[in-house]
């Protein structure tokens, strides 16, 4: 029997294979005690990541499919051009795992269990839970799956297989591993998802929670009091894109935590970096300022006190910081 795992299994794969965000348990997480003290040599390294951790939690937007949202070597939002679509997935789990649990043997080694608590078999309600366990689950892609994740819808309004609705889904992650030749990425943490396709040609994507971990060979990232929202009008060509964002980041690729947050709005064109907007990082009594000129060139202003004028400017591109 074929399994019908819902897209969010494929999103969260996404979610913990960026590296870019990351946290602690559930429940509410104190900020780090040691935070960067920012200078003019670690502030490309602090933007960098700040500007990362917020677009790979856009990697969320990946739920709506064919109709939403996804992230593009690292640089600005586009669409997907081709991609299995929520709506259809969601109907198969609805229809064939009202009460669960059903457990299915993976390609080469392992299983995943799929159980739910389900109101209507039609549609999705409030307080509708799903759980999936996968136990070294290899089905020869080269990834090998452990550990739960569970998804609780919070809100549901619209109609699913017309496609136009807005969906709440919180999500729980317990010690959740992906196995691959080069990495195990070990993931942990909870993350709000909230969907909205009701407006025409416009979807809109966020995603907030307490704490979120992302633990890899290479580094160990911590996602706290986070929140992301993005917006993708797909009624214009290119489609453009809004993108809103905040939370403190900890990760050993620096030597204290950050927090970050986006005082101007992003906005810019699928495909491209943002073209206008800021994203201001703040560290030990010192902060810095990335301002997007346009989609090719940037500037940080740097602060290294309390002091709001700037006591350096590091002038750059999008390309040469985030690259």
Do not use: H
């Not at 991609?83 to 997935?89: A, D, Q, R």
């Not at 030749?181 to 909870?190: E, K, L, N, T």
């Amino acid at each position: 029997m074929k399994r019908a795992i819902p897209a969010v299994l494929a999103t969260l794969l996404v979610l913990a294979a960026c590296g870019g965000s990351g946290g602690g348990q559930a429940g509410p997480t104190p900020d780090p005690v040691a935070f960067l003290a920012i200078t003019a040599a670690n502030a490309p390294a602090a933007t960098k990541a700040s500007y990362q951790a917020a677009l790979a939690s856009t990697d969320a937007a990946r739920l709506i499919g064919t109709t939403g949202l996804t992230s593009t070597s690292g640089d600005g939002p586009s669409k997907p051009g081709a991609g299995v679509e929520l709506t259809s997935t969601l109907m198969k789990v609805l229809q064939k795992i009202p009460v669960g649990p059903e457990t299915s043997m993976c390609a080469v080694t392992g299983s995943i269990t799929i159980s739910g608590t389900i109101e209507n078999p039609l549609t999705l309600t409030e307080g509708d839970e799903f759980l999936i366990v996968a136990k070294n689950c290899n089905d020869g892609l080269g990834e090998t799956i452990d550990g739960q994740m569970s998804f609780t819808v919070g809100e549901f309004d619209g109609d699913l297989l017309g496609g136009s609705y807005r969906l709440t889904m919180r999500i729980e992650l317990t010690d959740f591993q992906v196995k691959t030749v080069d990495d195990v990425i070990m993931s942990r943490g909870d993350a709000t998802v909230t969907l909205d396709t009701m407006t025409p040609l416009i979807v809109s994507a966020s995603i907030s929670g307490d704490a979120l971990t992302v633990d890899s060979n290479a580094r160990s990232e911590t996602l706290s009091i986070y929140s992301t929202v993005q917006t993708l009008d797909t009624g214009d060509l290119p489609s453009s894109f809004t993108l809103v964002s905040s939370g403190t980041l900890d990760t050993t690729e620096l030597d204290g935590a950050i927090r970050f947050s986006t005082p101007v709005m992003f906005e810019g064109v699928e495909g491209e970096y943002p073209s206008s907007g800021e994203l201001l990082i703040t560290g030990d009594n010192s902060s810095a300022r990335l301002i997007a000129e346009n989609n090719v060139d940037v500037r940080i202003e740097i602060n290294l006190d309390s002091d709001p004028e700037p006591e350096e400017t590091i002038v750059t591109t999008w390309a040469e910081l985030i690259g």
